[in-house]
């Protein structure tokens, strides 16, 4: 089995700050920031494939109908926190990396 495409990222990140000469204990939290909205990220992309876009609601007998879900908005959000993250530490996204599978995935 390959490395995982979350191990791919920190490993790129980390070896853009060494490049840099800017690789700090701060930095190296940033990191680990990134890579906790990275799975953030991934659990709410499960979600909205699993439930849709818009979800079923029923607040009582006759209280019921279908409601945004509200990963989209929060998908939106940590993308934009990564975004900043990135920013923050002077670095631009990856384009892709191997999945592991011999497919690519994006990284961000």
């Known amino acids: 089995m390959g490395t995982s495409v979350k191990n791919l990222i920190e490993q790129d990140l980390i070896s853009q700050l ?20 990275y799975d953030i990220k991934r659990k ?7 439930r849709g876009v ?10 019921k109908g279908y409601k945004r879900n ?6 939106n959000k940590i ?15 990856p ?3 191997s999945d592991g599978d011999g497919g690519n995935a994006d990284l961000l």
């Open 18 to 37: 060494e490049e840099r000469g800017v690789l700090l204990k701060y930095h190296e939290d940033l990191v680990k920031d990134y890579l906790s909205y």
């Open 44 to 50: 709410l992309i499960a979600d909205i494939k699993k």
């Open 54 to 63: 818009s979800v079923f609601y029923q607040n009582g007998e006759n209280q």
């Open 70 to 75: 509200e990963s989209v908005s929060e998908l």
């Open 79 to 93: 993308t934009a926190t990564m975004l900043k993250i990135l920013s923050e530490l002077g670095l631009k996204p």
């Open 95 to 97: 384009q892709k990396a």
